[in-house]
């Protein structure tokens, strides 16, 4: 065997030792070509560039992995041949195993639990890698010996070497072909200089390649190692490479040339978001003092930290990174979508699920509809008032759910958005229930593949990710090579299983800045600085987990009774291999070692345990044993000092800094989430004035946004939407500029609400006055009072069966009294119209106003002209050319007489102007009012157009104020007990609003101006 081991402390002394030698076999051999094998591409791309940057010697040399090696070497003996399985091909191996009669009775009872076949995988995995082979583990299977020790182990065995079998008739994998290299490689030779660095381990197969390799060719390892604790997992490889005649030359003397950073720091932080928050500071430091650029930093994400966190701080940072593909289908909105669709055609379907899918899924329904409305959250509220939850067939639920609404359209009780709404969701909840019943029976890959190819084209937009997404179908419909037809469930399963071992995070299309690894991803590579967050016990050393179908004492019983030799990696030894890696890393910083920990758990405030990994670091930078030292610092979150004050503990400590310095302590919290919420209650409880965190637009960008939306509206209002501004700014800015709605749960409704009253009682009167006038009973008060009643009774029960049969009703009981108040309601009022002597007769119902119904109606204030829109209850002509505009109410009736109440009672005007335009007659004519409606009889407040000289200005000066505070973007919280009794909205409300805005309101004349226009001054209010 030809080849030598160079050994020598990780970092700068072993890396300077492969340049030499590289140099050296260049010199010696001119041209030769030279591989170099390392455990990553990325490994790969650093030392070209270290060696172009030392040496400039390229020429002929190969960067490769063991893939590539592997590839280059059997495409010498039979070129273009390799190709490989399908994604995941080895799920569909073991599921065939495991659904066929060849599963042995130790693994039966266990098989159909989940995650069996992917922790059976893992074994495989181990099994292959320790040189395992197939044939192997079928004469092991048969071994008497082994069946007396474990039967198990034995059936293992067994299952494996079938599993073994269907891969290589499949065409081989990678574990396949590392065998046939060598074999290659023994038969052939091998006349290229090999070259590996970075490992301090092979399995066994690898080192069978290695092996061969170095039989028949040349070939140099490096290998971190040294006498010292830390670096003895490599010992193990020291030993192998010794017994096998590897020559071995030590770089350095032992004890260990001292090597590694400068300065070594270790900092305890209050939680791992103030952590990475420092790393960030120290990061824009650097490289702002020009010392060292963002690439020669490195930061390496120990096991179970979080990815996210640090990529959302750099993003906000501005700090450019590189973060190796995480596979977070997090990130894509598609990929979520697509894996919450499987949910659906695989399993019931149920409401929660469907709404999730349709709310968070990118679903396109562009095209199909020309309004800007949000269709998806118009039937997820019209769907859960009608209650819909699927149990008589989701397509049937939404077809009757379509009729109800459009009949509620004719009635003018519904939009023609809702309609569109229902329609569109329909069609796409038909396509998923359409292709329930095609994934119902078995199939082959490719047309599961190419159905839902189909299926998601018609349901998403054509993006990237939805490229990926088809390209990962394609490669599954590869798997009919392995087995005929497959059920739906397995098909769903792969196909998850791809999608999420895909990459789809956006920001790791990156490739310069900090790369952000793993220690295994950092293995070998150097860096001027390096940062290694999280140094808690859970994180440094990971949890260690026997395999549970393999124990490490079934590993060694193996390794005993093998009549080859095999060599198994063990569960125990990675404790030692992360001490390794651990060290290698620090003595990777050429300049810089930053260390931290967090003290407690973000969220929970749970302390965290310092990772005893942490002693090496002080062992290794003790003073006196090196030129530097480790600097430990306790950073509790601020730069300022607490004088004379000897805390108990951490968190004593943090709350008497808040407590001694109010502005240390704030400034000692940086959590974006923290220091926005702190920033909102210092500007809503210190500030004396009314700021952006009172919803008072500040911002160039939130004016133009509030004036577009009126520009968008052609500056048309309804009367109830400046009545709402007038009752409480906020509440316009929810419902009206945000579109924010209260729903409530059908099956949580115990009566119908306030609202649902009125509505039923106008639809009662609609079709009550409708149906009279057609009989020739109106006016009531010539027709028989015999008949009026009868006709009345009859439409009201009807009315009332209908409702109850479209909308949420609640309990039962409850709803038997709701009925009972609406009749006698509803006949109370018939009665006194009956009673009623005037002339004035019904001619119009529910009659609808404004520019989108051919009838614009403008009013010109004392600034601009603006536009109504709006629907009359109920318009009564008589003689003299009079007529008189009726609004009912259910409620109570708390205006005066030709009074607007602060801008809060505009109906009446506004609708004597929209009747006004309908009937082309003029205001002056006409007469407007509020008409109670309950069983206790009827009373009303009028608006009369003879006086609308005066009104007119009383009106326009309203309405100039309610419309300059929503141009200028006043949505404050107006404080009005009696309103918020009642508000839906009132949960997005502060506490103690009264004391609040009373006190802001005297430095702001818009409110002064409010105030005033509700009747009230300022001292008052406070």
Not at 293 to 298: G, H, I, K, P, S
Not at 499 to 514: L, Q, V
Not at 989 to 1012: H, I, M
């Given at each position: 065997?030809?080849?030598?081991v160079?050994?020598?402390r990780?970092g700068?002394?072993?890396?300077?030792?492969?340049?030499?030698?590289i140099?050296?076999?260049?010199?010696?051999?001119?041209?030769?070509?030279i591989?170099?094998l390392?455990?990553?591409?990325?490994?790969?791309?650093?030392?070209?560039r270290?060696?172009?940057e030392?040496?400039?010697i390229?020429?002929?040399?190969?960067?490769?992995?063991?893939?590539?090696l592997?590839?280059?070497?059997?495409?010498?003996?039979?070129?273009?041949?390799?190709?490989?399985?399908?994604?995941?091909?080895?799920?569909?191996?073991?599921?065939?195993?495991?659904?066929?009669?060849v599963?042995?009775?130790s693994?039966?009872?266990?098989a159909?639990?989940?995650?069996?076949?992917?922790?059976?995988?893992?074994?495989?995995?181990?099994?292959?890698?320790?040189?395992?082979?197939?044939s192997?583990?079928?004469?092991l299977s048969e071994?008497?010996?082994?069946?007396?020790?474990?039967?198990?182990?034995?059936?293992?065995?067994?299952v494996?070497?079938k599993?073994?079998?269907?891969?290589?008739?499949?065409?081989?994998?990678?574990?396949?072909?590392?065998?046939?290299?060598?074999?290659?490689?023994?038969?052939?030779?091998?006349?290229?200089?090999?070259?590996?660095?970075?490992?301090?381990?092979?399995?066994q197969?690898?080192?069978?390649?290695?092996?061969?390799?170095?039989?028949?060719?040349?070939?140099?390892?490096?290998?971190?190692?040294?006498?010292e604790?830390q670096?003895?997992?490599?010992?193990?490889?020291?030993?192998?490479?010794?017994g096998?005649?590897l020559?071995?030359?030590?770089?350095?003397?032992?004890?260990?040339?001292?090597?590694?950073?400068?300065?070594?720091?270790?900092?305890?932080?209050?939680?791992?978001?103030?952590?990475?928050?420092?790393?960030?500071?120290?990061?824009?430091?650097?490289?702002?003092?020009g010392?060292y650029?963002?690439?020669?930093?490195?930061?390496?994400?120990?096991?179970?930290?979080?990815?996210?966190?640090?990529?959302?701080?750099?993003d906000?940072?501005?700090?450019?990174?590189?973060?190796?593909?995480s596979?977070?289908?997090?990130?894509?909105?598609?990929?979520?979508?697509?894996?919450?669709?499987?949910?659906?055609?695989n399993?019931r379907?149920?409401?929660?699920?469907?709404?999730?899918?349709?709310?968070?899924?990118?679903?396109?329904?562009?095209?199909?509809?020309?309004c800007?409305?949000?269709?998806?959250?118009?039937?997820?509220?019209?769907?859960?008032e009608?209650?819909?939850?699927?149990?008589g067939?989701?397509?049937?639920?939404?077809?009757?759910?379509?009729?109800?609404?459009?009949?509620?359209?004719?009635?003018?009780?519904?939009?023609?958005?809702?309609v569109s709404?229902?329609?569109v969701?329909?069609?796409?909840?038909?396509?998923?229930?359409?292709?329930?019943?095609?994934y119902?029976?078995?199939?082959?890959?490719s047309?599961?593949?190419?159905?839902?190819?189909?299926?998601?084209?018609?349901?998403?937009?054509d993006?990237?990710d939805?490229?990926?997404?088809?390209?990962?179908?394609?490669?599954?419909?590869?798997?009919?090579?392995?087995?005929?037809?497959v059920?739906?469930?397995?098909?769903?399963?792969i196909?998850?299983?791809?999608?999420?071992?895909?990459?789809?995070?956006?920001?790791?299309?990156?490739?310069?800045?900090?790369p952000?690894?793993?220690?295994?991803e950092?293995?070998?590579?150097?860096?001027?600085?390096i940062?290694?967050?999280?140094?808690?016990?859970?994180?440094?050393?990971?949890?260690?987990?026997?395999?549970?179908?393999?124990?490490?004492?079934?590993?060694?019983?193996?390794?005993?009774?093998?009549?080859?030799?095999?060599?198994?990696s063990?569960?125990?030894?990675?404790?030692?291999?992360?001490?390794?890696?651990?060290?290698?890393?620090?003595?990777?910083?050429?300049d810089?070692?930053?260390?931290?920990?967090?003290?407690?758990?973000?969220?929970?405030?749970?302390?965290?345990?310092e990772?005893?990994?942490?002693?090496f670091?002080?062992?290794?930078?003790a003073?006196?044993?090196?030129?530097?030292?480790?600097?430990?610092?306790?950073?509790?979150?601020?730069?300022?000092?607490?004088?004379?004050?000897?805390?108990?503990?951490?968190?004593?400590?943090?709350m008497?800094?808040?407590?001694?310095?109010?502005?240390?302590?704030?400034?000692?919290?940086?959590?974006?989430?923290?220091?926005?919420?702190?920033?909102?209650?210092?500007?809503?409880?210190?500030?004396?004035?009314?700021?952006?965190?009172?919803?008072?637009?500040?911002?160039?960008?939130?004016?133009?946004?509030?004036?577009?939306?009126?520009?968008?509206?052609?500056w048309?209002?309804?009367?109830?939407?400046?009545?709402?501004w007038?009752?409480?700014?906020?509440l316009?800015?929810?419902?009206?500029?945000?579109?924010?709605?209260?729903?409530?749960?059908?099956?949580?409704?115990l009566?119908i609400?306030?609202?649902?009253?009125?509505?039923?009682?106008?639809?009662?009167?609609?079709?009550?006055?409708?149906?009279?006038?057609?009989?020739?009973?109106?006016?009531?008060?010539?027709?028989s009072?015999?008949?009026?009643?009868?006709?009345?009774?009859?439409?009201?029960?009807?009315?009332?069966?209908?409702?109850q049969?479209?909308?949420?009703?609640?309990l039962?009981?409850?709803?038997?009294?709701?009925?009972?108040?609406?009749?006698?309601?509803?006949?109370?009022?018939?009665?006194g119209?009956?009673?009623?002597e005037?002339d004035?007769?019904?001619?119009?119902?529910?009659?609808?106003?404004?520019?989108n119904?051919?009838?614009p109606?403008?009013?010109?204030?004392?600034?601009?002209?603006?536009?109504?829109?709006?629907?009359?209850?109920?318009?009564?002509?008589?003689?003299?050319?009079?007529?008189?505009?009726?609004?009912?109410?259910?409620?109570?009736?708390?205006?005066?007489?030709?009074?607007?109440?602060g801008?809060?009672?505009?109906?009446?005007?506004?609708?004597?102007?929209?009747?006004?335009?309908?009937?082309g007659?003029?205001?002056?004519?006409?007469?407007?009012?509020?008409?109670q409606?309950?069983p206790?009889g009827?009373?009303?407040?009028?608006?009369?157009?003879i006086?609308?000289?005066?009104?007119?200005?009383?009106?326009?000066?309203?309405l100039?104020?309610i419309?300059?505070?929503?141009?200028?973007?006043?949505?404050?919280?107006y404080?009005?007990?009696?309103?918020?009794?009642?508000c839906?909205?009132?949960e997005a409300?502060?506490?103690?609003?009264?004391?609040?805005?009373?006190?802001?309101?005297?430095?702001?004349?818009?409110?002064?101006?409010?105030?005033?226009?509700?009747?009230?001054?300022?001292?008052?209010?406070?």
């Open positions: 065997m030809y080849g030598k160079i050994t020598g990780g700068s002394l072993l890396e300077k030792k492969f340049i030499e030698k140099v050296k076999i260049r010199a010696e051999e001119g041209p030769a070509r591989d170099i390392t455990g990553s591409n990325q490994l790969g791309e650093y030392l070209k270290r060696l172009a030392e040496s400039q390229l020429f002929n040399i190969d960067f490769i992995t063991f893939p590539d592997i590839k280059k070497i059997i495409d010498r003996s039979r070129p273009g041949s390799l190709v490989s399985l399908p994604p995941f091909a080895w799920k569909v191996i073991i599921e065939g195993i495991i659904s066929s009669s599963i042995p009775e693994f039966r009872s266990i159909d639990t989940g995650g069996f076949s992917s922790a059976l995988s893992r074994t495989f995995t181990d099994l292959a890698e320790s040189g395992i082979s197939g192997l583990a079928a004469e071994d008497q010996s082994l069946k007396r020790r474990s039967r198990r182990v034995a059936d293992l065995l067994s494996y070497s599993f073994r079998e269907r891969i290589e008739e499949a065409g081989g994998d990678m574990h396949s072909w590392f065998s046939e290299a060598a074999d290659i490689v023994d038969r052939n030779g091998y006349d290229t200089v090999t070259v590996a660095y970075g490992f301090y381990d092979f399995n197969e690898q080192w069978n390649l290695i092996s061969s390799i170095a039989r028949q060719g040349r070939i140099l390892l490096f290998v971190p190692f040294c006498d604790e670096y003895s997992f490599a010992g193990r490889l020291i030993d192998r490479s010794s096998s005649g020559e071995i030359e030590r770089a350095a003397e032992t004890p260990c040339a001292k090597t590694g950073p400068i300065d070594a720091g270790l900092l305890s932080m209050r939680n791992d978001e103030e952590e990475y928050r420092e790393i960030a500071r120290k990061i824009i430091s650097f490289a702002g003092s010392d650029r963002f690439d020669e930093m490195e930061i390496i994400l120990l096991p179970g930290t979080d990815k996210n966190l640090i990529a959302d701080i750099f906000e940072a501005e700090i450019p990174f590189y973060l190796k593909d596979h977070d289908t997090g990130s894509s909105s598609i990929a979520r979508g697509v894996l919450s669709l499987i949910g659906l055609l399993g379907i149920r409401r929660t699920d469907l709404v999730e899918f349709f709310s968070s899924a990118p679903v396109d329904i562009s095209g199909r509809i020309g800007g409305t949000d269709l998806i959250a118009v039937w997820i509220r019209k769907s859960a009608a209650g819909m939850t699927g149990e067939g989701w397509v049937d639920e939404n077809r009757i759910l379509l009729e109800k609404i459009s009949n509620a359209v004719k009635r003018g009780m519904e939009s023609e958005e809702a709404a229902v329609k969701v329909g069609e796409l909840i038909e396509k998923i229930v359409t292709a329930r019943g095609y119902s029976l078995s199939s082959t890959w047309d599961f593949a190419g159905h839902f190819s189909s299926l998601i084209s018609g349901i998403f937009p993006t990237e939805m490229l990926k997404i088809s390209l990962i179908l394609e490669s599954l419909a590869g798997l009919d090579r392995l087995s005929g037809k059920p739906a469930g397995l098909f769903f399963s196909l998850r299983d791809t999608i999420d071992s895909a990459a789809f995070r956006s920001s790791n299309k990156r490739k310069r800045g900090i952000v690894l793993s220690p295994g950092a293995r070998g590579l150097r860096a001027k600085v940062f290694i967050p999280s140094l808690t016990e859970g994180s440094i050393p990971g949890k260690i987990r026997q395999d549970p179908f393999l124990k490490d004492s079934d590993r060694t019983m193996l390794e005993e009774i093998a009549p080859r030799e095999i060599l198994f063990k569960k125990s030894e990675r404790i030692d291999e992360q001490i390794l890696l651990f060290s290698m890393i620090c003595d990777s910083a050429s810089k070692l930053v260390c931290s920990r967090p003290r407690t758990e973000s969220g929970t405030g749970r302390d965290k345990i990772s005893s990994f942490v002693r670091l002080r062992e290794r930078f003073e006196g044993s090196d030129p530097s030292s480790l600097l430990e610092m306790r950073i509790p979150g601020t730069v300022r000092s607490i004088d004379e004050i000897e805390p108990l503990s951490e968190n004593e400590f943090d008497i800094l808040l407590a001694s310095d109010r502005a240390a302590g704030i400034e000692a919290i940086s959590n974006r989430f923290f220091s926005r919420g702190r920033l909102l209650s210092s500007e809503r409880w210190q500030a004396d004035r009314l700021t952006p965190y009172d919803a008072v637009f500040r911002s160039s960008e939130a004016l133009s946004e509030s004036k577009k939306v009126l520009e968008e509206k052609n048309s209002f309804s009367a109830t939407s400046l009545e709402c007038a009752r409480c700014p906020y316009y800015f929810l419902e009206n500029m945000l579109g924010v709605r209260s729903v409530s749960e059908p099956e949580r409704i009566t609400d306030r609202t649902e009253r009125g509505r039923l009682v106008h639809s009662l009167l609609e079709d009550l006055f409708r149906r009279l006038g057609e009989e020739g009973y109106i006016p009531l008060s010539r027709a009072r015999k008949q009026i009643l009868k006709s009345a009774s009859l439409t009201i029960e009807k009315i009332l069966n209908r409702y049969e479209e909308q949420p009703v609640g039962a009981a409850f709803w038997e009294m709701e009925k009972e108040w609406a009749r006698k309601a509803v006949i109370r009022y018939v009665e119209e009956m009673e009623n005037d004035m007769k019904p001619e119009r119902f529910e009659e609808y106003f404004g520019e119904y051919g009838s109606v403008s009013f010109r204030t004392k600034l601009r002209e603006i536009f109504f829109h709006g629907r009359i209850d109920r318009i009564d002509r008589g003689g003299n050319d009079r007529f008189r505009v009726v609004d009912y109410k259910t409620g109570g009736l708390k205006g005066k007489d030709d009074d607007i109440a801008g809060t009672f505009l109906q009446l005007p506004v609708y004597l102007l929209g009747a006004a335009e309908l009937l007659m003029t205001v002056e004519s006409g007469t407007a009012l509020y008409q409606i309950t206790e009827r009373a009303s407040v009028t608006f009369s157009g006086n609308w000289k005066e009104n007119r200005d009383v009106l326009s000066d309203a100039d104020l419309i300059s505070g929503i141009e200028k973007g006043y949505f404050f919280i404080p009005d007990r009696k309103v918020c009794r009642y839906e909205m009132k409300c502060p506490s103690a609003r009264e004391t609040l805005f009373s006190r802001k309101s005297k430095n702001n004349q818009l409110w002064k101006d409010f105030l005033a226009l509700r009747g009230r001054d300022v001292d008052e209010d406070a």
